[in-house]
């Protein structure tokens, strides 16, 4: 790949060293004449978009396609992919930051391309882009900006949410070029727009256009170096100037001395300037200082994050500032510890003692010569030129106590990482700084993209990365291109990935109904373990009770009712009953939502499902909640109507209940109307509460009447009434019922209601009747009421000298005296 010469192709510019490093040779076919195509880069050593310049006149070939496409390669001129374009006049082709092609067509389209084949999003810009047409396009790692035919710009700053945006008015007249400063790089973090016009330099972003005041004009090119700090100017008379972004400073100037203007003007990193003609380029360093170097062919520049890449027919090339861990080691001359070490290494070699004089001398400083050692390895591209300084650097530290070799060990895996996506076959020819960047989960994915599976998994084991994404993208590529039935395909896809973990089989069945193999793409769910990664497929796929099944399965309630919603807005409602009622989970679910949500659905469910019951008690809540009587009356018939035909042995019972409901409003809708005292509405109220609310307000007639027309018990209408008059304070008429001889529910519950009134007097006239009660329980009565000699009374029938004697503590005046009279007459004589 290079030569073993640590400085082939170095070159000094000004004070500092640039070298060329040639990557592969003999890369593209013969006949393919680059010269009649657009080029475009991604950025990290990426892939190579190809497509034919239209504005160039072509020689007819009659064994190439007419079809028109863009062609994607690698580095090393591999074809990867081919894009059938048929969607008008490229204006601008770019990559992305993650290796996406974009495509912006003349009529304002913009495609994104995924995964270098043929999957694509595609866009428009609007703002006027497709009236005027777009004149020409700049891109950055995360956007855009293009260029219309009538001057305006339309920036866009994501492609995976793209929302065009028009930048603010440029003035009328010729753009004689134009580049842009990413957001990242200016002060209000929007994209910046330099345009060349007139004599000066207009600065646009998305509120305003600022004239730079510039006289020196017009500029032929301009371009923004990478980290946005200065931008390089071409002059009509061929001068190349560097100034800062902001246009406050020059620092250099250099005389191109071309009488033809270049295509191109690029940054070689942040340090120089590319001048790029057709066959010649010229390298301006600081301070104007420049170098030249010629083609026979036409050279395309394609600009990366630390260098640029040149590309020939025949070669492609790396030119780049020389990075200073390598300038410091194989600079002609260097005396520092780092040269010193490397040079040890062939002197160990000839077992020469020199080797060991070497070490001894800069011992003080060796563990910064190991270290030196070890990065400018990961600098190098040749293989023999990495090894002899790992050897220098594995000499150095085991001439150190206590060195830790972590840093050698790292180095030692990344350049095995390296080398093996820079082999030709693959075609990736990163550096140590464009790696970095990447990260290795990006590289991976960049192999995968490339279908270099085996790669992509030897080298995900050897970082330690997942393997799931690898096996899922190679088994949706099997089953879209193999050609055999679906079953084979299957079992070859699930064999192969049999034991491995967080395969998403839902992601490889997506790709085959993609494909338009559905039953492929249902078989393979079957293998995926998710339910909730196999229902929204089963129902894009049109798989309706397979995916019910799946989201029942799994337990989920969000799941299915996610399921059961979807397939309500999609299927006939008797359809969708007919589905879900044979589901007993699916119809608990779907009844629970309804219940609350959506009363007339729960209403055709019941009808559907012939359940009238269920449907008279929905009305009946619906009635309760109704504001005017009529209205409540009429949904009690449409209740009641319900369970006409009903063959549930409950409708009977409902039915009656329906009917009864009816009765007792309408009497408390007369009730409402004929008492005016404040004891509040009756309508809503329960027969008993009916009741209990009429005899407090003293209408115990008419709660008499209620009390026949709906059969109370006994039982419960002494209760009621007892509560209802206690409540009132209607003691004449508790008194009166405390004549009766007998009582349904016994006179304890007279006792204990009219005590918690606090009518101890009236209390106390049911002690006598509560003759079923023990001595001691009655004793405890006449206690409450605070009469303990009639207490003391009880206790002398049944001779409970204990009793007396606990009583005596508790009375006092004439009370006491009555019951230790008692205790003496029930003191045994001596």
Known sequence: MTSTNPRAGWEKIGTEFYRKISLYTSIFDPDLDLSEYVVSGAPFSGALALYRDTTKITRYRSNVANKSSIDVYSCAGKLISRINWEKGTIKGLGWSEDERLLVVSEDGTFHVYSGLHGDFAPFSLGHGAEEYGVHSVRFWSHGFVALLKNNALVAVSSFDEPRPRALAAVPEGEV???????????????????????????????????????????????????????????????????????????????????????????????????????????????????????????????????????????????????????????????????????????????????????????????????????????????????????????????????????????????????????????????????????????????????????????????????????????????????????????????????????????????????????????????????????????????????????????????????????????????????????????????????????????????????????????????????????????????????????????????????????????????FDKDITDNSGSYVGLSVNETMFQLIRSGYSKRADRVRSEFKVPEKTWWWVRLRALVAARLWGDVEEIGKNRKSPIGWEPFYNEVLSAGNTRLASSFVPKCTTLKPAERVEMWVKCGMVSKAGEEALKAKDMNTLEQLRDKASGPQLTEVERMITQLRPRR
């Not at 004599?199 to 500029?219: A, C, H, K, N, Y």
């Not at 563990?367 to 030196?372: G, I």
């Not at 009529?630 to 042995?649: C, G, N, W, Y």
């Open 176 to 670: 004689h070029a134009w580049s842009l400063i990413p957001p990242a790089y200016t002060m209000s973090r929007s994209v910046e727009v330099l345009l060349a016009m007139q004599q000066t330099i207009f600065v646009v972003d998305v509120s305003e256009t600022e004239d730079r005041g510039l006289t020196d004009g017009p500029f032929k090119h301009v371009s923004v170096s990478p980290n946005g700090r200065f931008a390089a100017l071409y002059t009509e008379d061929g001068r190349v100037w560097v100034v800062g972004s902001d246009f406050q400073n020059k620092y250099s100037e250099y005389d191109s001395k071309a009488k033809t203007t270049p295509k191109h003007i690029y940054w070689c990193g942040n340090d120089s300037v590319v001048l790029a003609w057709e066959d010649e380029i010229h390298m301006v360093g600081p301070n104007g200082a420049a170098a030249k170097y010629y083609y026979d062919d036409i050279v395309h520049v394609l600009p990366d994050i630390d260098g640029i890449r040149l590309l020939t027919s025949e070669t492609c090339e790396f030119l780049q500032k020389v990075p200073d861990e390598s300038e410091e080691v194989f600079k002609l001359g260097a005396t520092s510890p780092s040269p010193v070490l490397y040079d040890s290494i062939e002197l160990l070699e000839k077992k020469s003692p020199k080797a060991d004089e070497n070490i001894q001398r800069i011992k003080s400083s060796l563990p910064e010569a190991v270290e030196t050692c070890i990065r400018a390895a990961g600098q190098e591209f040749g293989h023999a030129l990495q090894k002899q300084l790992l050897r220098a650097a594995s000499f150095g530290k085991s001439v150190i106590e206590l060195y830790s070799s972590d840093e050698f060990v790292d180095m030692c895996e990344t350049l095995r990482v390296l080398n093996a996506v820079r082999d030709h076959t693959i075609g990736l020819p990163l550096t140590l700084t464009q790696y970095n960047q990447l990260r290795p989960d990006r590289l991976i994915a960049r192999l995968i993209y490339r279908r270099e599976y085996l790669l992509a998994i030897k080298l995900a084991e050897f970082l330690r990365l997942p393997l799931n994404k690898i096996y899922v993208h190679w088994a949706s590529q099997k089953v879209k291109a193999a050609s055999g039935d679906d079953e084979s395909i299957r079992d070859v896809v699930v064999e192969r990935l049999k034991g491995k973990s967080g395969i998403s089989f839902e992601a490889i069945a997506r790709a085959a109904y993609d494909e338009g193999r559905g039953n492929l793409a249902t078989s393979l769910l079957n293998h995926e373990p998710r339910a909730g990664k196999q229902v929204p497929l089963l129902l894009a796929m049109e798989e309706d009770e397979v995916a019910v099944d799946k989201a029942v399965e799994s337990g989920d309630p969000d799941l299915i009712m996610f399921v059961l919603l979807h397939l309500k807005q999609k299927m006939p409602i008797a359809t969708f009953f007919r589905l879900v009622t044979s589901r007993a989970q699916a119809a608990q679910l779907i009844e629970q939502s309804a219940h609350s949500q959506d009363k007339e659905l729960l209403k055709d469910m019941y009808y559907q499902d012939d359940r009238p019951v269920d449907g008279s008690d929905l009305l009946l809540e619906e009635a309760m909640d109704q504001p005017q009587i009529q209205a409540v009356v009429d949904k009690l018939k449409l209740a009641s109507r319900l369970l006409t035909d009903a063959k549930d042995p409950n409708a009977v019972m409902h039915t009656k209940s329906l009917a009864e409901a009816t009765v007792l409003l309408k009497m408390q809708e007369s």
